[in-house]
């Protein structure tokens, strides 16, 4: 299965983990800053709509298959704000710090039973620009803001989002359990799987 993905991501992030869980499946991704990718704009009302613009957009500039991924967390004392909008939730796009700031205050005196999350991660493939079928896969991990941030790994709200499973913040856990536990390792799980199936159904002709 070796073949060159074109990664519709700037979040370098996300990009660790992605080298992280396909470098071991022999799928090569490289990322689209490599080929010159102008960012697409994030026009869509859902992260399906946003992780498709990206992958179309990843397509059609360099003419190879490309891999998106739109996520973000939901938080129900906000009505699931900031949702889509999560990297730009206090006006600066990717800055960590401001957005984790401002979470804090929203949720000011709230009580920990109320600081219900989930990150979310959808998941575009799409062999090219105009494929009408693009793949699309969803990842959940349910967790809880805490009420400042702990630990150093990982990237965004990480430091903030307590893992009831793991008793500790997702910014505490070594990246090889984030990975397997995380929104984004469960919808890369499904991707796996997929490219698998169509790789053996299409005897041998990758994805
Ligand atoms: O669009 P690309 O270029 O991929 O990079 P981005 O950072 O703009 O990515 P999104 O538009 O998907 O916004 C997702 C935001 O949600 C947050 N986020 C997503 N996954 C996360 C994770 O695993 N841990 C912490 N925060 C995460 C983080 O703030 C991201 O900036
Ligand atoms: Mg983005």
Redesign the pocket.
Known sequence: MNKTIVL????A??IK?FNALLGDMGIDVKPQNEFNVE??E?TGLS?IE??IL?ARNACAHTGLPAL??????EVDYLNGA?G?Y????AGE??N?DA?NALLLEKLDGVPELERTAR?H?VLAYMRHKDDPTPLVFHGV?EGRILTSTEGQE?????PL?YVPECGCS?ASLPKEV?NQI???GKALKQLVSAFQQQSAAQQGTPF
């Open positions: 519709a991501s700037n979040n992030g996300k983990e960012e697409a994030e992260f946003n992780a990206k998106a991924d739109d996520s973000g967390i900031p889509i999560s990297a730009r939730f796009h990717g960590n957005n990150f991660c991990w990982g990237f965004g709200y990480d989002f997702a984030k995380s929104h984004r």
